[in-house]
């Protein structure tokens, strides 16, 4: 009997207690959806606030549709709703909040509910005026925070936001929608100055059409990876033929064994430093660029940037940019060896090489941005960047392909990093045109090539000194994120500005091959290291004056005197690093830099250049979130980007570049023996014997 009494209590006291457990719980989950759903009628309310026209209520009805189902957790509202995200990490340097543009465009029902398709737009919102402050104080109101700037100006007050809305929604609806949202966010609080404009919107299209020229393009590059294999087999079948006929002659241009022989030779007379140094800033540059670009779209931890530069007074190096200069000041020496290392009399064909060795990649680069690129992309940052740029490539590839790009308006560049190129190109007539003066009169040749290099130096001071131009382009983050802008200067891309270099260029050329290392013996291992001690500390030096003049109260005639000496400067101190490379010993160093492996990859080096650029766009402008700053991971993805980029060029060695190259040069071979045989000379006016410099 006590058993049975025992158990009947045990019984009612796990109901009773069973029953009011669920009804606790009933109780948090009714007051959590109560609450949530106060919030979103208070969005509802907020919204209806705004003044809606009479063509914008279709957009309404819809956004509102959407947040009362939202708030009865219907899939396809909150779907939509889990697309976007409330802006995170703003105060942290945070600019894009992407959301996930697939989910918002693509969702499982596109098909069978068309009437719920949605469009991803992104928003570019500025919260509030900037003012510069000094310290952070933590019971400071947050909007002082985020009007204020970093001390190298970092700000905190502009965000790119994804917002996924109806599809029948136009730019000025979202903005209204973007910002209740906002005031229904942590930063309300910047609500009454906020500044909301929107760029660019994605929806699905289920009759996207291909292009012809998408067509076009693909059958050209088949159409020649299918030649280069043809013409390799018959040249390896006929290559020991007693006759070398046309035939034979172009399928040897097109030989892929060849052409990967040609990679490996070593030519004689060679500055064998030079291989390793153009390689190796190529890569410097790869890696400059792809953060700058990372900065351009975006950096989950902007602050942490920001502190690191304060840390490491990194903002002595700023004036990286100057690495251009290295590819400047070698093409010069390139050109006087190229011309000294035979004993032909300098003609136009050498400008004619060069400027087909100049074109053949960045043509087939702006093919595929124009034609194909835009097939294959679905990142939140395509319409915005990538689409842009396409438009460009479209309007402005001839500035490309004539090498006038680094006078025409820059900030509608195809491919911009090809700027260097057209200058490289203005130059090398200017060098070879010296030269050829020089054969003609020694007297006047050395004259010319004086005043010219004086010229190389005073224009550029001068124009600084006009237009109150800094010490450098890009001196802070701000600069960083809009770097095209900041780079759009004549002493920047304009090669009479830029020549500077290049004149250095051609007297180091001139020196190592009339004075052949070679023929020397090697200078002792201690002048060797104090020679390349010497440059590098006086490259050092002019690289981290201009970040250290950037940040101080320079007079206009000091950042004037170093824009038109700096580049300069940094030239001398590259050619006497080469001198310390060629004429003397520096163990490991010295081994490093005449490594063999450097021979093809330096060959390589001018496609890795061109085309590094489109592919960290297309990785940036693909992804779904913005890239955080950890040193180590951006190394990572850089030698990573560099290694892709090596095999592509290498690919395009093959199918494009080397093929052309011996084209051209047969093409020129041919036309100088008719003229020959017609009994007229290429080289009118020009000596039958080539003046070497003494």
Known sequence: ??????????????????????????????????????????????????????????????????????????????????????PTGVLYGTRNQFGNNEQCIHPPWIHTHPELRTQYCLADIKLSKKRQIKHEDPYTNANEYVSSMSKYKLAFNKLTWGLCLPDIC?????????????NNSHLGFAIPEVTISIDSCQSYNEKTEVSYGYYATVAFIGSMVLLTSFCTHYYENHRYAKEETRK???????????????LFKEKKDAIYSLNSLKFLTACILSFIHYTIICFETGIRNFKSVDAFIERYSLHLFFHSDILV????????????NSILSTDKPVTVNNVIKRYFRLTYVPMVVILYITQVSKYHSSGPLLHKKLLSDVDNCRNNWWTVLLNVNNYVDFRKACLPNTWSNACDFHLTIIGTGLYWLYQQNRSLGKKAYIIGALASVMLPTLEAFRYGLGPINISDLERFGDFMAHLNTATYLHSHLRSGPYFIGLAFGCLLSTYKPANYKKLPVNTSITILTLGSGLGLFILMLGGHLAYQNYSPFEAALYVGTNRTIWAIALGIVLVSCEYGYIPLISDFIHWRIFIPLSKLSFSLYITHWLVIKMKNYNTMGPETWDLPYLVIDSLGIITFCCVLSYLLWLVFEAPMNNLVALSLRMRSHKEINDGTSPTIGVPNTVKKIT
């Not at 136009?170 to 906002?182: G, H, M, Q, R």
């Not at 200069?325 to 006087?336: A, H, K, N, P, Y």
């Open 325 to 336: 200069d290295s590819c400047i000041m070698i093409s010069g020496v390139l050109l006087m």
């Open 248 to 262: 034979i002659l172009i399928a040897k241009a097109f030989s892929a064994v060849v052409n990967t022989a040609e």
């Open 1 to 86: 009997m006590e058993i049975l009494k025992l158990s009947l209590c045990i019984l009612v006291f796990c109901l009773l207690f069973g029953h009011t457990l669920q009804q606790t719980q009933i109780g948090k989950s009714n007051r959590h959806t109560q609450s949530y759903g106060l919030i979103i009628s208070n969005f509802e309310e907020n919204l209806l606030h705004h003044e809606w026209a009479n063509e914008e209520l279709p957009c309404l009805q819809k956004t509102l549709d959407i947040l009362r189902n939202v708030k009865n957790h219907t899939l396809w509202a909150t779907w939509i709703w889990d697309s976007m995200q409330s």
């Open 170 to 182: 136009t730019p000025n609806s979202i903005k209204k929608f973007a910002e209740t949202f906002l």
